[in-house]
């Protein structure tokens, strides 16, 4: 039973910093992509972050240089390191999972989207 859950979110100010954890249990992460996904109210699901199998990442323009997607295998834990956070990043924060197909994390991202993988439940991020 694979099972991905997700903490660390919460409310604050413009320029704060969260950390966002998603423990996996049931599978080993080691020949899997995962990634971040994010859902604001009134808006389509997008791809924040990702890491392949091989430890390469990918971020979307908006997050870029302020955002982090990192592994820890021993503890099968992926992690955002969010700072310098604006109001627009406001969102549910989910992590998925699925295999790494070997097309790169741009076409692993879109095909999760389109309900691939394996999901969180997510976790609220507020920043006002």
């Known amino acids: 039973h694979v099972q991905l859950v997700e903490s660390g979110g919460g409310s604050v100010q413009p320029g704060g910093s969260l950390r966002l954890s998603c423990v996996v249990s049931g599978y080993s992460s080691h020949s899997h992509c995962m990634g971040w996904f994010r859902q604001a109210p009134g808006k389509e699901r997008e791809g924040v972050a990702a890491?392949?199998?091989?430890?390469?990442?990918s971020y979307i323009d908006s997050v870029k240089g302020r955002f982090s997607v990192s592994k820890d295998y021993t503890k099968n834990t992926l992690y955002l390191q969010m700072n310098s956070l604006k109001p627009e990043d406001t969102a549910m924060y989910y992590c998925?999972?699925?295999?790494?197909?070997?097309?790169?994390?741009?076409?692993?991202?879109?095909?999760?989207?389109?309900?691939?993988?394996?999901w969180g439940q997510g976790t609220q991020v507020t920043v006002s």
């Open positions: 890491i392949d199998s091989g430890g390469v990442t």
């Open positions: 998925a999972a699925d295999v790494d197909y070997g097309l790169g994390t741009t076409v692993w991202v879109k095909a999760v989207l389109q309900g691939f993988g394996y």
